[in-house]
């Protein structure tokens, strides 16, 4: 019998660095055994990266709290998911996804009035997952790049430039952050500490080989690197940008359009279509509990993963059943840009993926 166990961490941080430290080469085996256990018998916690971004959770403009501009929020919220969870801008208008977009009131959990008198609405995310996995429709889970965003707007002085900050409260701004909530993208934007520290402040606010910052990007967290230069500090402003991400760098004009291509981008990696399939996966090079750690969690980690079991450990190598949208085919694209897992000298037997950890 296989116990399947969602891919979350079961234990707090501390906990795992107690275990880490505590637990030998020849030890570690039964902790996993144990983990397997609370895996299965309790909750998991979610994610750090769960709660950067709900997907599943909307904030829509509404002319009032009537029963029918509730409704049409409803559905127009519906279609924000849609797009962010599809990857595609047109989802939310798209003839294939109407009935779930009629019937968006069944699929909601939670809904309030912000402050502002928008309508937030918090929806069943896997009972939408499943509703489009039905239909074939290509979903776009968890698995969410960071951006860094590196905006430069004219300054007073003529041929002088200043940077936009995560402090800022301009409208060009406030557009592209809302385009970002739109498409379902993490945008993260520098403080003015961390521009002086890199020298990105005055005229020279950008280099002319914008590609050299993808160090910057690196240093604030991000996977990414979105660099725009604006007309002006307004939401009608003009912006050249430039976007670099896993060594492609492509470029787009718009005020919207830097963060469009970034959303495009990651959909066209991560969003997966297809059934949710069993896949056996072997990992040489698993010699303690951290390095189990560390494997579990790039499974948590790749967006087309739902669950995951470990079938057996011989010697330092684990296998795992793991439940994979699309097949094996996506799941080889997704770990293959991680980098943890090389291919194996020795394949497989059977069908079975074969990977080694990297030191």
Same mark, same amino acid.
């Given at each position: ?128 997952? =499943? ?175 739902? =669950? ?52």
């Amino acid at each position: 019998m296989v116990f399947y166990t969602t891919v979350r961490p079961v234990l707090g941080d501390r906990q795992m660095t107690k275990l880490r430290k505590s637990a030998s080469p020849f030890g570690w085996r039964a902790w996993l055994a144990l983990l397997g256990l609370v895996a299965v018998l309790g909750p998991a916690p979610s994610t750090r990266a769960d709660q950067r971004l709900d997907l599943y959770q909307v904030a829509i403009p509404v002319p009032d709290r009537s029963d029918a501009s509730r409704d049409a929020g409803f559905q127009n919220a519906m279609r924000v998911v849609l797009v962010r969870v599809t990857g595609r801008p047109g989802a939310g208008s798209d003839p294939a996804y109407a009935p779930l977009v009629v019937s968006a009131s069944r699929y909601v959990q939670q809904y309030r009035y912000a402050v502002d008198g928008r309508l937030v609405v918090g929806f069943d995310g896997g009972a939408i997952e =499943r509703w489009l996995a039905g239909v074939g429709a290509p979903i776009w889970g968890r698995t969410r790049p960071v951006t860094l965003v590196l905006l430069s707007v004219p300054g007073a002085a003529a041929g002088a430039a200043t940077m936009v900050t995560r402090d800022a409260t301009s409208d060009l701004k406030s557009a592209i952050d809302a385009q970002a909530a739109l498409r379902g993208i993490e945008l993260r934007w520098p403080t003015e500490q961390q521009l002086q520290a890199d020298g990105l402040t005055g005229a020279s606010a950008l280099p002319a080989d914008p590609r050299a910052l993808l160090a910057d990007a690196t240093r604030a967290g991000a996977d990414a690197l979105l660099v725009g230069h604006a007309t002006d500090g307004s939401a009608s402003a003009s912006v050249q940008w430039l976007f670099e991400y896993q060594n492609a760098v492509e470029t787009a004009t718009g005020l919207a359009a830097g963060v469009d291509r970034a959303a495009d981008a990651y959909a066209s990696i991560y969003a997966v279509n297809g059934a949710t399939v069993p896949v056996e996966v072997a990992v040489d090079g698993v010699r303690t509990l951290a390095d189990y750690a560390r494997v579990q969690h790039l499974f948590a980690s790749t967006t087309s993963v739902s =669950r995951a079991a470990v079938l057996a450990v011989h010697g330092d190598t684990v296998r795992w059943r793991l439940l994979v949208r699309g097949g094996a085919g996506p799941l080889v694209r997704l770990l293959s840009l991680d980098g943890s897992l090389q291919p194996a000298a020795q394949p497989g037997v059977g069908g079975e993926l074969r990977y080694r950890l990297r030191p």
